[in-house]
């Protein structure tokens, strides 16, 4: 009889540690969950950081905030990467008018050579090659400038002006 009292100490002492165990490893799962917690972002936000490249900014809580600049190829694997996680596949063309291209005058052939990237994409441009050489404005689209006379600004005289001396001041 006595060995089944043993059994029975030894049983619900066994039982008493494993609850203790259970409850130990809730407990540290909670601690993980809420360390998790703790670091994880709030918010993003999508920027310039000029030079053609572009800023994601993560803010946590606290104010904590990680940020990192992308390339554009590298913006655009960070598109097609959340388009997959979305189950959807993305079909992205360069747009005609974004500013980067404006000005330059881009061949159908170059076109295909360049396969959708912009121009001097590779290639570093020295200073005489950077950017575009626009006409003057005359000769630009919607940019009529009329030289007569009709049309100037001062069309009547000026009005009083102030006299440069300082008045007087009364005692």
């Known amino acids: 009889m006595e060995s ?7 049983v619900k002492a066994r039982l008493a540690q494993v609850e203790l165990e259970r409850e130990l490893y809730h407990a540290e799962q909670e601690l993980k969950n809420y360390k998790s917690n703790a670091t994880r972002s709030r918010s993003i ?3 310039t950081a000029f030079g053609g490249t572009t800023e994601v900014s993560m803010r946590g ?4 905030v990680l940020w990192c600049i992308l390339q554009p190829v590298e913006a655009i694997e ?8 979305v189950g959807c596949h993305i079909a992205i063309k360069p747009r005609e008018d974004f500013s980067s291209w404006r000005g330059w005058k881009v061949s159908d052939e170059e076109r295909l050579r360049l396969n959708g990237n912009p121009p001097f994409a590779g290639e570093v441009p020295n200073a005489d090659n950077v950017g575009a050489n626009l006409p003057p ?8 400038i009329d030289r007569s ?3 100037v600004v001062a069309t009547e005289k000026t009005v009083k002006r102030r006299s440069p001396k300082r008045a007087s001041k009364t005692p």
């Open 137 to 144: 404005p005359e000769q630009q689209p919607g940019m009529k």
């Open 149 to 151: 006379n009709e049309h």
């Open 78 to 85: 960070l598109i097609h990467q959340l388009a997959a996680n």
């Open 61 to 64: 809580d606290g104010g904590v």
């Open 45 to 47: 936000t999508v920027g």
């Open 4 to 10: 089944t009292m043993t059994d029975k100490k030894t």
